[in-house]
Every structure is written in structure tokens, then in C-alpha cells.
């Protein structure tokens, strides 16, 4: 196999939403032991299934790798991993993806600051904010917004009306008054601690609006974390693209409802696949 080609049983939307964390067809069965595999794809994948098996010391191995590859595919699919799963020792090493030259990189690197859920990388992106224009500039003050704010408001400033100095200032304010009311090194998303509880209410109201298909992409949002923090799959959830069956969606929630475990997972702290991140 071509060190750089995806194995067919991957499936060419995983972890998109269509396809979620499911493989398209059965991996081998000696996968997660491969991590020393001189194939980077076979060694790729076995350092996610350690990771969803909760051995989260392999972190570090996984980000070596994507700083390594010249595969854009793993290093993107990688980064939206290590966004739900890196351990506080490597969350803010996700930054260094920031300055990299590609431009698909830097966009997935964000990405995975959001879904790291982690105040400490603000100041990296703000930093990534000052030097980037254009659809780069409205990523990452969304992602800042997402993190400070409970919706999009002040600091998705698409209308460019605040100076570099300002937007900075607000920010700051805002993680300051988090941590202060939060303390630091928890779990925030949307200006409140991360909450499986709340991401399935948010789902639930999303699908009853007059027009869930407007919402999909924000729908499939909390999807993701939902099945990352919880390992319970979101297949057939979407359809093409980021449109949602809402029927689907409530059906997801409701058999993992029923399976009783959802009183474990705590606000404020870091969950993949159904185990503790360390903090």
C-alpha cells in the first residue's frame, strides 16, 4: 500500500457527518496494536483507536506524527482528533499548527482549538487573528467566539468594526471573567463549562425549529462532540453534506439516553469515547 493511501474500510467521510467516527466496513482486528507500523496511515489509525480506548499517553505520538507526515489527509483528520482527545500536555502544542504554510493545516489547527474546548489557546489565536485576513480571519474569530461567547456577538466581528487593540481586550476581559467564575484549566465551550447535558438539549432544540436543514452545520457541531465525548455513533444522522434528519438525530439521543450512562460524563471536564481526557 502507498504510504500515503486511505485504506478502503476508513470510508471517504470519516469524520465528516455524514460518516462520523465509524469506519466504513470492519478494520483489522490487530489495528490498535500497529502503532509502530512503518505504514503512517496503519500507524495513524492505531494511534486513534489507543486514544478511543483511553490510553491518552499516546497524544504526543499522534502530534509528532502529524508535525512529520507530508500526508495533508492524516494531518487534518489527526488535528480534529487531538482537538477532542489531547491531554493538557499537548492541547497547547495545537497552536504550532497555527503558523504552518498550508492553509488547510492552519483552518483544521483552529478547529481543533475549538474542539479542545481549552481557554489557554486564546492568546495563540489572537495572535493567529493579527495575521491572517479574509475567510482565515473569520474562522478563527469564530472560533473565539464560540469558545467566549454564548453566540456568535462582539468578537465575531465580520464587519471589522473593533481595532486589533480592542478585539484583544474584549477577549482577554471575557476569558478572564470565565476563569473567574469557572476557574482555569476546565473544559468551555460557548462561554459555559462544556456539558454533555446541554449539547444534547442544544440538539434536541435545533431539530424542533421550523427548519432544522438551516441549521445543520451548527447541528452537526454539537453532533461531533457529542460522539467524540461519548463514543456512541452519529451514522446516518446526515445525509449529504451537513443536512441533518432530525428524526435520526432524536433517536441517537434517545438510545443513548436509555443506555444509562450519561450521568457520568461532568461538566467542565474533557471526554473521548467515553473516558476522562486528563486535564
Wanted: glycine fraction near 6%; charged fraction near 25%.
Amino acid at each position: 500500500m502507498d504510504q500515503s493511501s486511505r485504506p478502503e474500510f476508513v470510508g471517504p467521510g470519516w469524520l465528516l457527518p455524514s460518516q462520523g467516527f465509524a469506519y466504513q466496513s470492519r478494520a483489522p482486528v490487530d489495528l490498535v496494536d500497529r502503532t509502530s507500523d512503518a505504514d503512517e496511515w496503519t500507524r495513524f489509525l492505531a494511534l486513534v483507536e489507543q486514544l478511543k480506548r483511553g490510553a491518552f499517553d499516546q497524544d504526543v505520538s499522534l502530534l509528532e506524527l502529524l508535525s512529520t507526515t507530508g500526508d495533508a489527509d492524516i494531518r487534518v483528520l489527526g488535528l480534529r482528533v487531538l482537538g477532542h482527545a489531547a491531554s493538557s500536555r499537548c492541547r497547547e502544542r495545537l497552536a504550532e499548527f497555527f503558523v504552518r504554510e498550508e492553509v488547510e493545516t492552519r483552518m483544521a489547527a483552529y478547529e481543533a482549538a475549538l474542539l479542545s474546548c481549552d481557554l489557554a489557546m486564546i492568546d495563540p489565536l489572537l495572535d493567529a487573528r493579527e495575521r491572517s485576513t479574509g475567510q482565515e480571519q473569520l474562522s478563527v474569530m469564530s472560533v473565539i467566539s464560540h469558545l467566549l461567547e454564548t453566540e456568535p456577538g462582539t468578537l465575531y466581528d465580520d464587519l471589522d468594526e473593533l481595532t486589533a487593540d480592542e478585539y484583544r481586550r474584549i477577549a482577554l476581559g471575557r476569558r478572564q471573567a470565565l476563569e473567574a467564575d469557572y476557574g482555569r484549566g476546565v473544559a468551555i465551550f460557548e462561554a459555559r463549562l462544556l456539558d454533555l447535558r446541554y449539547i444534547l438539549q442544544r440538539i434536541e432544540s435545533l431539530c424542533d425549529e421550523l427548519d432544522p436543514v438551516e441549521f445543520g452545520g451548527t447541528i452537526s457541531r454539537y453532533v461531533d462532540f457529542f460522539e467524540a465525548m461519548t463514543g456512541h455513533s452519529s451514522r446516518h444522522v446526515f445525509e449529504e453534506g451537513v443536512t441533518v434528519n432530525c428524526y435520526r438525530a432524536i433517536e441517537m439521543i434517545a438510545t443513548f439516553q436509555q443506555s444509562g450512562t450519561a450521568d457520568q460524563y461532568q461538566p467542565g471536564q474533557r471526554y473521548f469515547f467515553g473516558h476522562r481526557v486528563p486535564s
